[in-house]
């Protein structure tokens, strides 16, 4: 016989062999496909890098998703509102600034305890994503006149998706202990979307454009 040459018979057993190896394969969607993705309700004002995440406040969150997205969106508010701290004009804007920089600092620490004294081997990150970079990027590069506008248009935004992410946490997600924090933070991110609705109705684009004495 050549070498490499197959007998005929052979031939049909190596197809049916091919075919059953095809037929075991997935059809692309990943076994865990995590929750939904689409954009979360924005300020009615805000212009700038949309949130993304959960869009509502009863969809399926995973652990996986929930400990990095909570803790990237404590990152972004504090930071945030460090940067308002400085440049927000409005006294009431500088007070919530400073509010944000304080509760959320208190979140995050929850969360990475919690991290650190049960078994969910799912680490922190670090830094920032991209996403909420430039959002960072919005706020460094408004000018002093829009600031108040787009920092408030932005905490709206951003409070009804870290809203709809801890509401759908507590309600299902998959660990009972942190669906605890979770159910905890709902109430004062309820408050904060509240205050921020309320400042970018009172700071955002259309309020601004409105002429004093109207």
């Known amino acids: 016989m050549i070498a490499g040459a197959f007998p005929k018979r052979v031939l049909p057993a190596c197809l049916a062999l091919l075919l059953l190896a095809g ?7 990943p076994n865990d496909a995590g929750p ?4 979360a309700t924005v300020a009615k ?14 969809d399926a969150v995973t652990t996986t998703f929930y400990i990095p997205q909570a803790a990237i969106s ?19 804007v500088k007070a919530f ?9 208190k979140s995050s ?24 970079q430039a959002m960072l990027g919005d706020l460094n590069g408004a000018g002093d006149q829009e600031f108040d506008s787009v920092y408030v248009g932005q905490q709206a935004a951003a409070h009804q998706e870290a809203f709809n992410l801890q509401s759908s946490y507590a309600k299902g997600g998959d660990y009972p202990a942190l669906r605890k924090v979770a ?6 991110i309820a408050a904060h979307r509240k ?3 309320a400042l970018d109705g009172k700071f955002g684009p259309t309020a601004r454009s409105v002429p004093a004495g109207q």
């Open 36 to 39: 939904a993705n689409g954009s």
């Open 97 to 105: 600034a400073r509010m944000m920089v304080e509760d959320h600092r």
């Open 74 to 92: 404590d990152m972004y508010e504090m930071e945030a509102g460090k940067i308002a701290m400085v440049r927000a004009r409005a006294p009431e």
């Open 183 to 188: 159910a905890a933070a709902v109430p004062i």
């Open 23 to 29: 037929c075991d394969q997935t059809d692309g969607v």
């Open 195 to 197: 205050q921020a609705e």
């Open 45 to 58: 004002h805000y212009e700038g890098p949309k949130p993304e995440g959960v869009s509502s406040p009863d």
């Open 109 to 132: 620490e929850r969360l990475k305890q919690f991290v650190a004294d049960n078994p969910v081997n799912i680490a922190i990150p670090q830094n920032i994503d991209p996403r909420r």
